[in-house]
């Protein structure tokens, strides 16, 4: 549930700001602008964050926010400097966004806020939604990101006008809103609903949760991670060419079952040892498994006093890493058109 504290900050900040900043407004994208000089992204508050993003809200907003809208300088209090420290500086956008996806099944929420320094409204909405992540202790995450400085993930999420938030939660991109919110109600439900795990009246095509997650998993892998991963990959499949040796239909079998597998790992669910398709297809090439630790899964033994699907042995992704898993299902694909040749 969403902590009534931070829609009472936003709704605070939103309503202190001049008329000019609640109507709806956006900028075109740019292209082509020299990028600025990079700003920190969220940091560990001290004790007194709260209220010093409340005394923020209270008593500064209306002069920040006309700053702003006049073109002026991004003006910032001591606490906003203090939520700009970057936390893990050596990490690229692109990874720090992998590790949002792979939150799996938590109170977490997440909101990508493209903007850029020449964009006046986005300088109105980012000390809002900066405010409103430090007031919920935790279960917002805010990652600004600066369109010429990360063209890929922009291009990923189709961010043609300015400013564009969207929340994320369980690897998916559930919400969007383009443009400065018509009224705080419209900014508060935006924050509730991805609080709340909910999607908004704008469907965000699955296509760019798929473009995000190439992008951002591919960073997260890096050139290192490919060569290790695809040498893990080919050892696992010099073994099943062994096997298709003297059981060619078996192997060709089982790996056209695991890609099936790992071209769905994305979405998060286990495969069960004893799912008839798996028991029937894929457990009698033991060199497939290997296909599976090699994609990140892991062995999961049942609870005897569970109930029902937690009684069952399973194999569980432990990422939401697209990139290694089109990698792996890249890899069985070769083997696959190598062994239709085979004599």
């Known amino acids: 549930m969403v902590r009534p504290a931070a829609v009472a900050l936003l709704c605070v900040a939103v309503l202190a700001a001049p008329t000019a900043a609640r109507k709806p407004a956006g900028v075109r994208v740019r292209r082509g602008r020299p990028a600025a000089t990079a ?8 004790a007194n964050a709260a209220l010093a993003v409340k005394a923020c809200c209270e008593d500064a907003t209306t002069a920040e926010l006309i700053l702003a809208m006049r073109g002026g300088s991004d003006e910032r209090t001591a606490a906003d400097h203090a939520l700009a420290a970057r936390d893990g500086a050596d990490k690229t956008m692109a990874v720090e966004i992998q590790e949002v996806l792979d939150l799996r099944g938590s109170d977490t929420a997440c909101l990508l806020a ?64 383009v443009g400065l919110p018509r009224s705080h109600q419209d900014l508060a439900a935006f924050v509730m609903r991805a609080m709340d795990g909910e999607g908004g009246a704008s469907t965000v095509p699955g ?41 060619k239909d078996t192997v060709m079998e089982a790996l056209k079952t695991t890609k099936a597998y790992l071209e769905r790992a994305y979405g998060g669910k ?32 049942g609870d005897p006093e569970g109930e029902g699907d937690d009684q069952r042995d399973a194999l569980h992704p432990t990422h939401r890493n697209l990139a290694v898993f089109e990698l792996c299902c890249a890899e069985i694909d070769k083997a696959r058109d190598e062994l239709r040749v085979m004599q």
């Open 39 to 46: 700003a920190g992204g969220r940091g560990e508050a001290d």
């Open 114 to 177: 493209l903007g850029a320094e020449w964009c006046g409204p986005c300088k109105v909405l980012k000390p809002l939604l900066r405010k409103a992540a430090e007031a919920s202790q935790g279960t917002l995450i805010l990652k600004e990101i600066d369109v010429d400085k990360e063209r890929p993930i922009a291009e990923a999420l189709e961010a043609t006008q300015l400013p564009c938030v969207y929340s994320v939660r369980d690897g998916k991109l559930r919400d969007v809103i």
């Open 270 to 301: 286990p495969v069960y040892r004893d799912n008839a398709v798996f028991v029937e297809k894929v457990a009698p090439c033991a060199p497939a498994l290997d296909l599976f630790a090699a994609a990140g899964y892991v062995e999961i033994p």
């Open 207 to 247: 296509s760019r949760t798929v473009n995000l997650a190439r992008v951002a998993g591919s960073a997260a892998l890096g050139a290192g991670g490919r060569e290790a991963l695809a040498a893990k990959c080919r050892g696992a499949l010099d073994a099943c060419r062994e096997l298709a040796a003297s059981d």
